[in-house]
């Protein structure tokens, strides 16, 4: 099982004042595969993605990446690593084409370097690509801001795929998506998988969770308890009393 382990933390703790977001996170997510982090609100899946993308330092605890330590590193070392994130408020730039938002996600100089107009062909065509991918390319010159929640979500995803990383974590992919995109992103999820690229997703969509996933990790209160394939995790009671509260 060793040569499968990807993301992995040990013991990650982080407490925001007296709330305690990570209580001693030890898990494992797999390396090619497609991993989900479940958990009722609050249980502290979002500061995980930040603690392990470096976005915010845990007090404690370690993160490796394919056996390597990552624990504090910066973000852009982390992204260096090979793994990418989008965000439950998803993040793009409002008044950018969607084209040039694919492009500033590589762009060297990163916005400043967009803004002269640095790209080469090879990286439009690349961006292009993504928007095809997506099934948003007929969107490529309209403002982000322009777009639907779900279109902006998928044109965030494809900014990140973009900078190409092995891994990528996406956070609430689902979160105020129309039921016909759902479906997309479900399936690209599974296509993009089987090219290769390793998966976190951190979703309350069970249907969506359900039907993507080969692992499943169950948080409540900053660890996780309980851990394994859609099938078992359906029927653990520990996962049930974890979203009724009891
Ligand atoms: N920046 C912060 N300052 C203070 N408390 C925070 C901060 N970020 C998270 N918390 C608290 O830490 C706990 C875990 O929050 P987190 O957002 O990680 O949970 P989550 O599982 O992602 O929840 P949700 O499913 O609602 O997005 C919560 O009690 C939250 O209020």
Redesign the pocket.
């Known amino acids: 099982m060793s040569g499968l382990a990807g993301l992995a933390t040990e013991g990650l703790t982080?407490?925001?004042?007296g709330?305690?977001?990570?209580d001693g996170a030890t898990v494992t997510f797999r390396h090619g595969q497609v991993n989900a982090l479940i958990?009722?609100?609050?249980?502290?899946?979002?500061?995980?993605?930040?603690c392990v993308t470096g976005m915010?330092r845990p007090d404690g605890g370690r993160t490796t990446y394919r056996g390597q330590e990552i624990t504090r590193r910066a973000p852009h070392a982390i992204a260096r690593a090979g793994i990418g994130r989008t965000f439950?408020l998803c993040r793009v730039f409002p008044r950018m084409s969607a084209l040039d938002n694919v492009l500033a996600a590589v762009r060297p100089g990163g916005l400043a370097g967009l803004l002269r107009g640095a790209h080469t062909r090879a990286e439009v065509d690349r961006a292009r690509g993504w928007l095809t991918r997506l099934g948003i390319e007929h969107l490529a010159d309209a403002e982000a801001r322009t777009m639907s929640w779900g279109q902006q979500k998928l044109l965030e995803l494809a900014g990140v795929l973009m900078s190409d990383p092995e891994t990528v974590l996406l956070?609430?992919p689902a979160g105020g998506v129309n039921p016909a995109l759902l479906d997309r992103i479900g399936s690209l999820v599974r296509e993009l998988n089987a090219e290769g690229r390793t998966f976190v997703i951190?979703e309350?969509n069970m249907d969506l969770v359900m039907s993507v996933s080969d692992h499943i990790v169950v948080?409540d209160r900053?660890r996780p308890i309980a851990e394994g394939p859609p099938s078992l995790i359906r029927s653990d009671e520990r996962v049930l009393g974890a979203y009724l509260g009891v």
């Open positions: 982080k407490a925001f004042g709330v305690v977001a990570l958990g009722p609100n609050g249980s502290g899946k979002t500061t995980f993605f930040n915010i439950q956070d609430e951190v309350h948080f900053g």
